[in-house]
Structure formats: C-alpha cells, structure tokens
C-alpha cells in the first residue's frame, strides 16, 4: 500500500490545480510505483474528494482493478455570483470501467452518489470529512475489497 498526498497539498495549497495537471502528476506516481514498490502487484486506486476524482479519471491509464472513493463530491460547490445550478460530476464515475466503492457521509453537502453498475455505494454517519465514523469508513473499504476479484493477498489490518 502506498499513500500518496497531493502535491498542492504539500505545497500549502488548498486549491487544486486543473484536472490534467492533477491527472499527470497521479499517473507520474503511480508509474514510478509500478516500477518499484508495487510492481507485479494488483493496484487500487483511490482518494478522497478531489483525489477520488482523480483516481476515477485515471483509473483505466493507471491500470488499476478497482477505485476506492472517499467522499466523492458529486456536486462541486456553487461559485459566488452564480445563476445557474451547478452540474453534476456522476459523468466521472461512470466512465469508470472497473469495479467502485464510494463511502459517503449520509450528511455530505456535495451530495451522494447513486449506486449503479459496478458501483457499490455506502453511507456512513457523517459530513464531507468522514471523520464522525472512521470504524464505518475502514469497515466498509475492507469488506469491499475482500471482495474484489482479481485482488488476493489482502490482509485486514485491526
């Protein structure tokens, strides 16, 4: 398992960058790992809002046989001044070609996903953060990727 923080994010950014550059950056790691720590082995992506939606982009460049979604904000926030109501980002997760699980907070202001082919989807007591429940939150990612086929190995950490 490799954890992986995004680079705005170690920068002291609290705005991501534009999709391709977050994309490019995820698929230079997720190479490197591959050459090393990670080679020979099944991978799942994942990460939480905005590094969910990067792993759900990038999961068929990245090779990836499942993705993990921590809090998938499905609804990006209105901007100030807007008329319109903001779209919807359900487009991202159904390009996914391989398996999903999305763990969303039953109280996310950015809305919850709908389960759907592929997609599992389970809500835990919660908001955006995941914070209220995290025995829930591992709970569930554990139970789905016990079982993902094409995953083996998988020990449960207690």
Known sequence: MALVEQPYRVAGRRAPPAAPRLDAAWLAVIERLRETELARMALVVGGRSSGA???????????????????????????????????????????VSVPILVVQGTR????????????????????????????????????????????????SAT
């Open 53 to 95: 939606r990067v792993a759900c982009r990038t999961a068929v460049a990245s090779g990836a046989i499942g993705v993990v979604c921590l809090a998938f904000p499905l609804k990006p926030p209105p901007r100030a001044g807007a008329t319109k109501p903001t779209s919807s980002r359900l487009p991202e997760l159904e390009a």
């Open 108 to 155: 996310d202001r950015f809305g919850i996903p709908p389960a759907g082919p592929g997609r599992t989807v389970v809500q835990v007591a919660g908001d955006h953060g995941l914070k209220s429940d995290l025995a829930a939150v591992g709970a569930a990612v554990r139970g789905w990727l016990a079982e993902l086929p094409g995953l083996t190995g998988l020990q």
